[in-house]
């Protein structure tokens, strides 16, 4: 079955320290996306992209980093420039065919960092 | 610039009970409306869309209109059960030079046997 695949669901850091988040999908979708979700709050942007080798800042990209080598692939980097990094972490991708496609999810990955 | 607005929760129903999530947006232009529901630690799923005015989209017994002139997209099920215990988004998307979805707050539905 096709999907996108988050790792690991739990991760667990020290402040300082830089971590990443691993996004995978199979499901031949160009653009991939990275969402945080906070409790009580809805989904925030942080980083999203349209192409291989190409991405772009959502609303909330200061402390993040992402990098789009190959299409399956988009994993996000926490740094420890990130103010309040602890959040569950939520990847997604779509078709760009034109017709406003939904997006897929990963189950996410919830950061901790202490 | 554009945004959603979804009833506040925790909503808590008996099973059976009608269900009603009021979804509200603001938009610019002519966007697609999404209903996304998140079970206990998962990501989102798509639960319906309607692309165009009129549009009602369903699936597994939730119904949503898009409805122009009130700008609402209400998320509606006739029935109720406890399995459909979960958070509910309400989102929309609008083409422009890349696509940006805006998702509503989340209302949490909790359902009681």
């Known amino acids: 079955d096709g999907g996108i695949t988050q790792s690991p669901k739990y991760l667990f850091r020290k402040e300082g320290q830089n971590v990443t988040l691993s996004c995978e999908q199979n499901?031949?979708?160009?653009?991939m996306y990275w969402y945080r979700q906070d409790p009580g709050q809805g989904l925030r942007l942080i980083y999203y992209?349209?192409?291989?080798?190409?991405?772009q800042k959502g609303d909330i990209a200061e402390g993040y980093s992402v990098s789009r080598e190959k299409k399956e692939s988009f994993p996000l980097t926490v740094t420890s420039a990130q103010k309040n990094p602890t959040a569950f972490y939520l990847c997604?991708?779509?078709?760009?065919?034109?017709?406003?496609?939904?997006?897929?999810f990963g189950n996410g990955t919830r950061l901790t960092v202490t | 610039g554009n945004s959603v607005t979804q009833m506040e929760g925790p909503v808590t129903l008996s099973e059976e009970a009608f269900l009603t999530i009021n979804c509200t947006y603001t938009a610019t232009g002519y966007p697609s409306l999404f209903w996304y529901v998140q079970y206990p630690g998962e990501g989102l799923q798509l639960l319906l869309k309607?692309?165009?005015?009129?549009d009602k989209g369903s699936n597994k017994g939730f119904e949503a209109t898009y409805r122009k002139e009130t700008t609402s997209f209400h998320l509606e099920k006739g029935s109720v059960q406890v399995s459909d215990s979960a958070v509910y988004f309400c989102?929309?998307?609008?083409?422009?030079?890349?696509?940006?979805?805006?998702f509503g707050p989340g209302t949490s539905l909790s359902v009681i046997p």
């Open positions: 992209s349209q192409i291989v080798n190409d991405f």
């Open positions: 989102a929309l998307s609008e083409r422009t030079s890349y696509d940006k979805v805006i």
């Open positions: 499901l031949n979708h160009d653009a």
């Open positions: 997604a991708s779509s078709t760009t065919d034109g017709d406003n496609s939904p997006l897929h």
């Open positions: 309607a692309t165009k005015a009129d």
